[in-house]
C-alpha cells in the first residue's frame, strides 16, 4: 500500500511564488531551466511542479508530461497555467502526488525533472530514490536546485536560518547538500556544474545543475 506523506499547505507561499522569482527568472533562472530542459525526451516526469514555471522550455522531444505537484494551492494556480499555456500537440497531465510516492511503475520515464524542490520535500533520500525508480534504465533525472554552499561563512548562515526560511519559504532548506543525495541513490551524475541564482537572496545563491543517469549495463544498477 502507498504511504502517502502529509503534505503541508502553503496558500499564501502559492500566491506570491511567481511574484517572488520574477527577477531571478529575468536575472538567468529562465534561461538555466531552459538549457536543462533541453535535454528531456520522451515520457517525462516533473516533480514538485509548483506553479509551472518549467511548462514553456519543454522541447518537442518530450512526448508527455506528467506534472507531480502534491500542494492544492500550487497545483490549482498548475492546471490554470497549462490550461492558457500548454501546448495542444502534448499530452499534459497534472496530479496530486508527493516526491517521496510517486504512483507509477518501475521504469516509466525516460526523464524525470526537480527544479528547486528537492530543498522542499520532507525526505530528499526517499524523493531522489523514488525519481530514479521510475526512471527506464538509462533514463536521465535532470536537476536544478539551491544548495548548502562551499563557503563556509555563507554555510554557517543557512544553518541558522534554516527554520525561520523554512516559514516564510514554505518549507525550503538552504542548507542542504543535495549532491550527495544524488549520489548516494546510485545514480550516474554525467553532468553537474555549480554557479549561482542571480538576484535571490544570499542563502539561496548557490545551486547545481546537471544531469544523473540510472545505471543501464548489467551490473551496474543497484536495485
Known amino acids: 500500500m502507498m504511504d502517502h506523506h502529509l503534505v503541508p499547505e502553503h496558500r499564501f507561499f502559492a500566491a506570491v511564488y511567481d511574484r517572488s522569482l520574477a527577477g531571478m527568472e529575468r536575472g538567468g533562472l529562465a534561461e538555466l531551466r531552459s538549457r536543462l530542459l533541453s535535454e528531456a525526451r520522451g515520457r517525462t516526469l516533473e516533480i514538485g511542479a509548483g506553479t509551472g514555471a518549467n511548462l514553456e522550455h519543454y522541447p518537442d522531444a518530450v512526448t508527455e508530461l506528467v506534472m507531480a505537484e502534491p500542494d ?120 553537474l556544474d555549480r554557479g549561482t541564482i542571480n538576484r535571490a537572496l544570499p542563502p539561496m545563491r548557490p545551486r547545481i545543475a546537471g544531469v544523473a543517469r540510472r545505471p543501464s549495463s548489467v551490473g551496474s544498477d543497484l536495485d
Open 72 to 191: 492544492p494551492h500550487m497545483a490549482k494556480r498548475l492546471r490554470d497555467r497549462v490550461r492558457s499555456d500548454g501546448d495542444a500537440g502534448r499530452r499534459i497531465d497534472v496530479i496530486d502526488a508527493a516526491a517521496e510516492d510517486l504512483p507509477f511503475d518501475d521504469g516509466s520515464f525516460e526523464t524525470v525533472v526537480c527544479t528547486l524542490v528537492l530543498c522542499t520535500v520532507d525526505d530528499p533520500e526517499r524523493a531522489v530514490a523514488e525519481a530514479r525508480r521510475v526512471l527506464r534504465p538509462g533514463g536521465g533525472l535532470l536537476f536544478l536546485e539551491h544548495v548548502r554552499s562551499q563557503r563556509p561563512g555563507l554555510a554557517r548562515w543557512q544553518d541558522r536560518l534554516e527554520r525561520p526560511w523554512g516559514w516564510v519559504a514554505g518549507g525550503c532548506h538552504p542548507n542542504r547538500r543535495t549532491e550527495d543525495v544524488l549520489a548516494g541513490a546510485g545514480f550516474w551524475i554525467e553532468r
